[in-house]
C-alpha cells in the first residue's frame, strides 16, 4: 500500500478539502488548467499552489442516464492527485465512507490502465505518491500528449452504489514531431 506520513496526510487532505468546498462558489474556468494558491482553516494563503482543471462529463445510475458532471483534478506539489466529482454540475459526489477502489484510464493510443485510488468519507478521489515518487495518475497525466479518458465505477469502490463517471483530461506531455 502507499507509504505516507499521517501528518503530511491529514495536511494534505485538509487543504483538499478547503479547496474542494469552494472551489464551484467562485466563476469556474472549464478546460484550462489554473495554478491557484492554497488556503489554511483561516481562509489565509498557505503559500502552497496547486494546478487544476475542470471538466466536463457525464454520470449515470439507477436514477438518471447521461447525466451533467463537473470534475476538477488537482495536482498538488507532494506528487499526489486528488479528483473530485459534482453531479448535475453542484452536488459532491462521495463514492463510500473511506475506502480503497481502482479506476480504470484509456489513453489516446487505445490501451486502458487500472490505477488504484483512495475514496475520502468526504468524497472525491485521492491519488498519493508512492515512496518520494510522484503517483501514477500523476505521472500519466504529465507524461501524455493527447486525452485521457477516466471512467469511475462506483462499484470498484462499494458494494451499494452503482454510480458511472466518465470525462476527458487533457494529457500535459508534449506532442512529437
Known amino acids: 500500500m502507499w507509504s505516507m506520513n499521517p501528518l503530511v496526510m491529514r495536511n494534505i487532505l ?7 468546498n469552494s472551489s464551484l462558489n467562485a466563476q469556474v474556468v472549464y478546460d484550462e488548467w489554473e495554478r491557484q ?27 438518471t442516464v447521461g447525466s451533467e458532471l463537473t470534475a476538477k483534478v488537482v495536482l498538488w506539489s507532494s506528487g ?20 480503497f477502489g481502482k479506476i480504470t484510464v484509456k489513453l489516446p493510443d487505445g ?14 478521489l485521492f491519488f498519493a505518491e508512492k515512496k518520494g515518487k ?8 504529465n507524461q501524455t500528449a493527447g486525452d485521457l479518458k477516466f471512467s469511475i ?17 487533457p494529457g500535459r ?3 512529437s514531431e
Open 111 to 124: 490501451s486502458v490502465q487500472s490505477i488504484s485510488a483512495y475514496a475520502p468519507s468526504a468524497g472525491g
Open 14 to 20: 485538509f487543504t483538499f478539502f478547503v479547496i474542494a
Open 153 to 169: 465505477d462506483e462499484g470498484y469502490f462499494s458494494t451499494y452504489g452503482r454510480s458511472r463517471y466518465s470525462f476527458s483530461l
Open 173 to 175: 506531455g508534449k506532442v
Open 134 to 141: 510522484e503517483s501514477e495518475i500523476l505521472t500519466l497525466i
Open 80 to 99: 499526489s492527485v486528488s479528483i473530485d466529482l459534482y453531479e448535475y454540475d453542484r452536488s459532491p459526489a462521495t463514492l463510500c465512507s473511506g475506502c
Open 37 to 63: 494558491e492554497t488556503t489554511d482553516e483561516f481562509d489565509d494563503p498557505t503559500g502552497e499552489f496547486v494546478d487544476r482543471i475542470f471538466l466536463h462529463g457525464k454520470f449515470s445510475n439507477s436514477a
